[in-house]
């Protein structure tokens, strides 16, 4: 499979605990973005990678969130101490730098914070 | 701030029907308008790209429009069938960041 990959794609967790979410994007793109979509919302923009440069960090990620991607290749998304408003699904995207492209999402990581 | 909005926020329609659904944006600077089709629990998939300069653009059964002018389009489904049940979200991207709608949730009965 050659798409964006997701892992794990269900997380329980109590609240207070941490979480890491990892995404693998499809080889060679460089732009890596991180989503947040709760039920019968669209999804809401979190970050964004170039290679492994943050050049946007949504004012939704409070200082409880931390996305890294190290190599420029996959990335995690990690949450500290929980909160139940933390609970949806966290999308994963990738695409090629040319801003025409398509943007190809992962199936989603659900995250229910309990 | 940038918008996007979507309407009617969901619809029911008969399989074999026809049907239209709206998008308002006032996103700029703009890049692309894409709408997208997200199966419950899945992530979404994309139906068309279009850049100010197309007007529509096809997908199998799936059409799109866009009126860069008055900032609208449109995705108009033909000869529905169950399988288009979903969310269609209408998504545009001004320099990298993409800003998206909520979504209609079109629903096809037999």
């Known amino acids: 499979d050659t798409g964006v990959s997701q892992d794990p794609r269900h997380k329980i967790t109590k609240r207070g605990q941490n979480v890491t979410f990892r995404c693998d994007p499809i080889?060679?793109?460089?732009?890596l973005y991180w989503y947040r979509q709760t039920l019968g919302q669209g999804p809401e923009f979190l970050t964004y990678?170039?290679?492994?440069?943050?050049?946007?960090k949504s004012r939704l990620l409070s200082d409880r969130f931390s996305a890294e991607r190290p190599k420029g290749s996959f990335s995690t998304l990690e949450i500290q101490r929980t909160e139940q408003g933390d609970s949806a699904m966290y999308l994963c995207?990738?695409?090629?730098?040319?801003?025409?492209?398509?943007?190809?999402f992962g199936e989603g990581s659900w995250l229910t914070v309990v | 701030k940038n918008q996007v909005e979507q309407s009617p926020q969901s619809l029911i329609i008969l399989e074999g029907k026809n049907c239209t659904l709206q998008?308002?944006?006032?996103?700029?600077?703009?890049?692309?308008l894409r709408w997208y089709k997200q199966d419950t629990g899945r992530g979404p998939v994309s139906l068309t790209i279009?850049?100010?300069?197309?007007n529509t653009k096809s997908n199998g059964r799936y059409t799109a429009t866009l009126d860069a002018d008055t900032k609208q389009s449109s995705l108009h489904i033909t000869a529905s069938q169950l399988s288009d049940s979903a969310s269609y979200i209408c998504?545009?991207?001004?320099?990298?960041?993409?800003?998206f709608g909520a979504g209609t949730t079109v629903t096809v009965r037999a």
């Open positions: 995207a990738s695409s090629p730098y040319r801003s025409g492209n398509t943007i190809y």
């Open positions: 080889s060679e793109h460089n732009r």
């Open positions: 990678f170039q290679n492994e440069a943050q050049l946007e």
């Open positions: 998008c308002n944006y006032t996103v700029s600077p703009f890049s692309n």
């Open positions: 279009m850049t100010f300069s197309e």
């Open positions: 998504v545009v991207r001004g320099f990298y960041k993409l800003s």
